[in-house]
């Protein structure tokens, strides 16, 4: 079964949305991301995906702090993504309560320190973060496109024994106009066995449907959730058992 992660996106300490990436899209919808948490826990949910909008664009950390509230409050196993770019910053958000960290700019720019981290850690601690723009990877908080196929990119960390992969297309995400069903299925046609959560353009129970049915494994669920789109009993009563 497909497994639900919801997200709290941060800047500045709040529960935000963006659309596209913009950040001059931001719509708050919480100033307190642990109670947020504490809903999402309280509908039966186990992950969460939690992004540091502010260090993914600055390229350090920025919300350590809010993790460790979260982790301390929750049981929920928290990925945690934005600004690691050095080893100190990946123990730190370890040391915060992560269980998890995403990787994106990071694993483009400098594979082989991703690589010694899942050697170091173990490769079910990292999570490669593929974010497109169509189909090429997009770094630096999403502000800059690269020239990078995202099978090419899968595929070598594929091959080097990595298997778990956020793929976030940029221009789904925050629409609520659907998920990229066909680029999903091309990644998993590829590369099969590999551990594929999609992120971006979630509008209804239907699409997490779609998305079990090519073979995910998980699934992000962001505005959709904020919007009411997806309600937590609807999760509670059919997805989560």
């Known amino acids: 079964m497909i497994e639900i992660i919801p997200a709290i996106d941060l800047i500045n300490g709040q529960c935000v949305r963006l659309s596209k990436g913009e950040f001059s899209s931001k719509k708050v919808y919480s100033d307190d991301p642990v109670s947020v948490a504490l809903r999402f826990q309280a509908a039966g949910l186990k992950r969460l995906h939690l992004v540091d909008l502010d260090g993914a664009r600055k390229g350090i950390p920025q919300n350590l702090k809010v993790l460790s509230r979260i982790a301390a409050a929750t049981s929920l196993t928290i990925d945690y993504g934005g600004g690691i770019k050095k080893e100190e910053d990946l123990l730190a958000a370890f040391d915060a309560g992560a269980s998890m960290v995403n990787i994106g700019s990071?694993?483009?720019?400098?594979?082989?320190?991703?690589?010694?981290?899942?050697?170091?850690?173990?490769?079910?601690?990292?999570?490669?973060?593929?974010?497109?723009?169509?189909?090429?990877?997009?770094?630096?908080g999403w502000q800059k496109q690269t020239a990078i196929n995202v099978l090419d990119f899968i595929g070598y960390y594929h091959r080097q024994g990595l298997n778990q992969f956020c793929c976030t297309d940029i221009e789904k995400d925050g629409m609520l106009s659907g998920t990229s069903i066909p680029l999903y299925k091309k990644v998993l046609k590829v590369f099969p066995g590999i551990e594929l959560i999609a992120s971006g353009g979630?509008?209804?129970?239907?699409?997490?449907?779609?998305?079990?049915?090519?073979?995910?494994?998980?699934?992000?669920?962001?505005?959709?959730?904020?919007?009411?789109?997806?309600?937590?009993?609807?999760?509670?009563?059919t997805i989560v058992n």
């Open 106 to 140: 990071l694993a483009l720019k400098d594979r082989l320190t991703v690589l010694s981290w899942a050697e170091k850690y173990g490769s079910s601690k990292i999570i490669i973060g593929a974010d497109v723009q169509q189909e090429s990877i997009v770094i630096n």
């Open 202 to 237: 979630v509008s209804s129970m239907e699409d997490i449907i779609q998305l079990e049915n090519i073979g995910c494994s998980g699934v992000i669920l962001g505005k959709c959730l904020y919007e009411h789109r997806v309600t937590l009993d609807e999760l509670r009563s």
